[in-house]
């Protein structure tokens, strides 16, 4: 504790230097913590999903492209056919005209299968989520809302489930409030069934930016359900020449996919450059500090002994073995300049005057 009083009253008698290099340190330490938070929440912490090692991402592969969307006839086989997940979904980015309410507001939302939430394993926290029913062409049109947006736009108002909203100028009825931990992806505020447009659920040659995710079945690996679809997707390329010839799947998993090589690398370059700014943001405040001491008069033997009892801590001190000899020492000759012994003992911790008190047995005697 008594280091601490020093080392605040030293900073103190500098407001200039202690400015410096707090504000120096702030920067270098601030720029770490916000780097490390966006490289944890994408790379380090698992995404909020229930068993998210077993979530995998699926899109189509072509001789052109490794990751090319999918089409809405290929999913609806693959969910059909396949063997290695115990759930797939399909979902696709949407930007909807949200009117009727207050003023109109641009809200990102998602256009998703109905086993898109099982899939995930999320639960609402108010209302439901879709029926397989409504997942169709000529469904009802219905709406999952955040509740970010219902907070913000209804006021947390229960009575808006089973209420009419307009989006792009066509009635949704709300039928359920997903929680605020839910993110995926981000910014993301609603959710509609996207099975109602008949244009891509009958052409097998659109790719609409449509993706998919699956669940793997308990005891099932990556590889394996990898294989299994694309299995799947050699027998639809044969069954369906026009559009599908060369064309296959790249199956990922979710984590990989949400945070990818790029991704990786630009995180990874950032933390390395603000770790190199903390280096010298420390390696600035020592050399300040130096160049402060430098500058400062030398003090006075007695006045630096003072400080040291003052700043050290009292479990730290050491008696002083000279005492005996010193109050038995002959006064100096006249015009001799003293020196203090008791700075020497302070300074030297007492090693200045062993030598003298081991040459004089009454001394020596005096201190055992």
Known sequence: MNDLKFA????LK???FAAVAVLTLALGIGANT???SVVNAVLLRPPPFKEPGRLVFVSEKSKDMDNMSVSYPNFRDWQRQQAGFSSVAAFRTEEWNLTGTSQPERVVGLQVSASFFPTLGVQPLRGRVFAADEDKVGGERVVVLSEGLWQRRFGSDPAVLNRPISLNGESYTVVGILPA???FPRRVELWTPV???AAWTEARGWHPGMYVIGRLKPGIELPAARSDLEGVAARLAKEYPDSNTG?????MALQERLAGPSVRTALATLLGAVLVVLLIACGAGRAAHRLHQRDQPPARPCDAAAEGNRGAARARRRPLAVAPAVARRKPAA???RRSCRTCAGVLGNGAADEPAARANPRTRDAEH
């Open 8 to 11: 605040f009253r030293q900073l």
């Open 14 to 16: 500098n407001p200039g």
């Open 34 to 36: 916000a780097i490390f």
């Open 181 to 183: 931990a839910f993110q």
């Open 195 to 197: 099975g109602h447009k």
């Open 247 to 251: 064309n296959s799947v790249t199956v």
């Open 334 to 336: 006249r015009g001799r």
